[in-house]
């Protein structure tokens, strides 16, 4: 390919699908998605948002993909989280496992000693913790590999709903939780 061709294509190159993706802004909350599903991939996303971001509150809710990545990777997990200001989790995401005895979300949670997550097992509970907790100037990202994204498009559709209303809170002029 030709130089021109390259920067013809790049022009019009959106990115990755699911990766940081904006799914929208309500007001002054930011709503993105993003696939990661590993420790590793989730530190390194937050700790980019939080460096993008550093004055927002930064809310991680995040899906467990697998039993076997959960019950090998729990400590790892455990520690990724690190610049968030709150974490939620919800139940593993099976893709096609079956549960592992004692393996769930729960194990991450009692290894979180940093932080105390909030644990809503059950996904569809979450955009109507999210539409009440939220205040401008939040950063809100959902993660995982599972269907966590449906959430995060949940959570867009109900806080417009809120703003048409006026009811969305404004924070204090600090909006880091510490």
């Known amino acids: 390919l030709s130089f021109s061709q ?13 990766r940081f993706n904006l799914i929208g802004q309500v007001e ?22 939080r ?4 004055n927002r509150r930064l809310i991680c ?13 729990a400590h790892e997990f455990a520690q990724c989280f ?6 939620i989790l919800t139940d593993i995401y099976a893709a096609y496992e079956d549960p592992i005895p004692g393996v769930s979300t729960e194990i991450i949670v009692k290894l ?3 932080k105390t997550p909030v644990y809503i097992p059950k996904k569809e509970e979450i955009s109507n913790y999210i539409s009440e907790q939220a205040r401008q100037g939040d950063l809100i ?10 959430v995060a498009k949940e959570i867009f559709s109900r ?15 600090e909006t880091r939780v510490a």
């Open 6 to 18: 390259i920067s013809l294509n790049l022009k019009s190159f959106t990115g990755t699908k699911r």
């Open 28 to 49: 002054d909350i930011l709503i993105f998605d993003d696939y990661g599903h590993h420790p590793t991939e989730i530190a390194a996303t937050l700790e980019a948002a």
């Open 51 to 54: 460096a993008s971001w550093e």
């Open 61 to 73: 809710i995040f899906q467990p993909h697998r039993y076997t990545r959960t019950m090998f990777l």
């Open 82 to 87: 690190k610049d968030a200001d709150e974490v």
């Open 112 to 114: 979180m000693h940093d």
């Open 141 to 150: 990202i959902t993660m995982g590999a599972g269907d966590i994204h449906i």
């Open 159 to 173: 806080l417009k709903q809120k703003a048409q209303k006026g009811w969305i809170e404004h924070a204090n002029a």
